[in-house]
């Protein structure tokens, strides 16, 4: 069984030949750490088929589905859009912008603590900083919270890539492999991301797995199309799985 593919990762784990150092313990660290001090209680609104979320206190009531709108969390938004207006990676984003961002968010989370959005946002402003262990612990808290959001594809990818970043492959794996699943159970989504199909794909060239780096690239093919910004990208990545393997394409 090959178990760097899917859900299958998820059974059984096995110890990684690929690291010289795995770091394991970067997961079993951030679980455990920046936890609602109040576990949170689950109530399905059946009027607008969305989750709220209520502490054991009843002090905070937050709507899963609805951004919130609090002047702090605005804020935090238009830091975070001048921030990135240039590019999302580490050289082009603006630093400066991006901490005002978490200084907004980080005021938004006061009022609502155990809101998916304002987590995930924090989770992004820490991982385009290159600050993977907060960003994993932000994202981490966000997933806790409601496992199956849509959201959640766009979190576990970039929780498989904190991973890969802290050196943990097994962790990258996994969490690619979450945001996959969760991707397939919403398959009736007419909107679906095609990253963490191409980030596994990268991941399995690399070490080799060139069939199911094959399969998860065409997927990702499928779901960009032909005229999508990242299909050129993808079909080289396809062309080069196909050159270093001898595999004959699917399609």
Same mark, same amino acid.
């Given at each position: 069984?090959?178990?760097?593919?899917?859900?299958?990762?998820?059974?059984?784990?096995?110890?990684?030949?690929?690291?010289?150092?795995?770091?394991?313990?970067?997961?079993?660290?951030?679980?455990?750490?920046?936890?609602?001090?109040?576990?949170?209680?689950?109530?399905?609104?059946?009027?607008?088929?969305?989750?709220?979320?209520?502490?054991?206190?009843?002090?905070?009531?937050?709507?899963?589905?609805?951004?919130?709108?609090?002047?702090?969390?605005?804020? %935090?938004?238009?830091?975070?859009?001048?921030?990135?207006?240039?590019?999302?990676?580490?050289?082009?984003?603006?630093?400066?912008?991006?901490?005002?961002?978490?200084?907004?968010?980080?005021?938004?989370?006061?009022?609502?603590?155990?809101?998916?959005?304002?987590?995930?946002?924090?989770?992004?402003?820490?991982?385009?900083?290159?600050?993977?262990?907060?960003?994993?612990?932000?994202?981490?808290?966000?997933?806790?919270?409601?496992?199956?959001?849509?959201?959640?594809?766009?979190?576990?990818?970039?929780?498989?890539?904190?991973?890969?970043?802290? %050196?943990?492959?097994?962790?990258?794996?996994? &969490? &690619?492999?979450?945001?996959?699943?969760?991707?397939?159970?919403?398959?009736?989504?007419?909107?679906?991301?095609?990253?963490?199909?191409?980030?596994?794909?990268?991941?399995?060239?690399?070490?080799?797995?060139?069939?199911?780096?094959?399969?998860?690239?065409?997927?990702?093919?499928?779901?960009?199309?032909?005229?999508?910004?990242? &299909?050129?990208? &993808?079909?080289?990545?396809?062309?080069?799985?196909?050159?270093?393997?001898?595999?004959?394409?699917?399609?």
């Amino acid at each position: 069984m090959n178990y760097y593919s899917g859900s299958q990762y998820k059974q059984t784990a096995p110890v990684t030949p690929f690291i010289t150092k795995p770091v394991p313990s970067v997961i079993n660290k951030v679980t455990t750490t920046n936890k609602p001090t109040t576990s949170p209680v689950i109530v399905q609104n059946e009027s607008n088929n969305s989750s709220t979320t209520t502490n054991r206190s009843g002090k905070f009531t937050v709507n899963h589905g609805v951004a919130p709108t609090s002047p702090e969390f605005v804020i %935090g938004q238009h830091h975070l859009s001048e921030g990135t207006k240039f590019g999302k990676s580490p050289q082009k984003v603006d630093r400066m912008k991006i901490f005002a961002a978490i200084c907004s968010f980080t005021l938004a989370l006061e009022s609502e603590p155990e809101h998916i959005v304002i987590l995930g946002r924090l989770g992004f402003c820490h991982f385009l900083l290159g600050e993977y262990v907060k960003s994993f612990s932000f994202y981490k808290r966000a997933t806790a919270l409601d496992p199956e959001n849509p959201l959640c594809e766009v979190y576990y990818n970039d929780m498989g890539t904190a991973c890969l970043k802290l %050196g943990d492959i097994q962790g990258a794996y996994f &969490y &690619y492999g979450q945001a996959i699943e969760l991707i397939e159970k919403q398959a009736y989504r007419s909107e679906q991301s095609s990253y963490p199909f191409k980030n596994r794909a990268l991941l399995n060239k690399r070490n080799h797995f060139f069939k199911e780096a094959l399969d998860d690239i065409e997927k990702a093919i499928a779901i960009e199309g032909k005229y999508g910004s990242n &299909y050129p990208f &993808y079909q080289k990545v396809k062309d080069e799985i196909c050159w270093a393997s001898g595999l004959t394409p699917s399609v």
